[in-house]
């Protein structure tokens, strides 16, 4: 993906930073209740960005971004971003701030009460932009390279009294699981293709358990070793 014009020619104010986002192809599971009314391929589907752990105001982050649909296969969907890039001006002294938080990605569906999308997959990248001291020209100063997290749970998300009971016993099950000498152990959740994952690992942060998903990788290698697996649970 290149860099398009804008954030390269706009002035910086002084005491601010540019940061450029780009994102990768949006790898994600989806749900249909009426496939026979409704496609994936005719549905509008935009993208929203967050930033929870960052104490900052980014306007971008605001908006929805409509995605484009590419395909479908092996259950799972893909879809584009449909600009080159997104950035924004911060405070210089907010840069190391943006750097080490972690963005939430949420798929909306212009046919929400009928379609679902679950990102499963989504690597991104911050580049800090900077004007050169001397000639004045918009520079990069650093790259960083993302993957996509689950988003954490923010009391907005609705879930039933079954569905917190069933998280609570796989929770439970897992962390007797842990091996006392590792301090965790892998793990398998059923997370209702990611809808519930943000409702466990939360649970799982209050009760002092740091639960992650495995890279597809990770997942095969594993499965080739006999593991049926999907997370690991670790003591903080």
Known sequence: MTIEKEPLTTPIAEGRARILLKL???ECETENNAPDFITIENDKVYLKIDM???DIRIDEFEKEYPVTFLRSNDGKTFFEFDG???WFDINI???KDVWVADLSFRLLSN???Y?????KKLDHQFEWLQPDMKSGEIKS???TTK???PPKITGKEVFSATEVLRCADMVSRSIKKIDLRVGGAYVKFNTDKGRLEPLIIGMADRLGYKIEALSPADIMNLESQGQNVSHSIFLK
Do not use: C, H, T
């Not at 379609?115 to 990102?119: G, H, K, N, R």
């Open 52 to 54: 929870p752990d960052a």
């Open 84 to 86: 080159e890039s997104i």
């Open 24 to 26: 990768g192809i949006i």
């Open 111 to 113: 046919n929400s009460r």
């Open 93 to 95: 002294d907010q840069v």
């Open 115 to 119: 379609l679902a999308y679950y990102i």
């Open 147 to 149: 993957k996509f997290k």
């Open 141 to 143: 100063m650093s790259i």
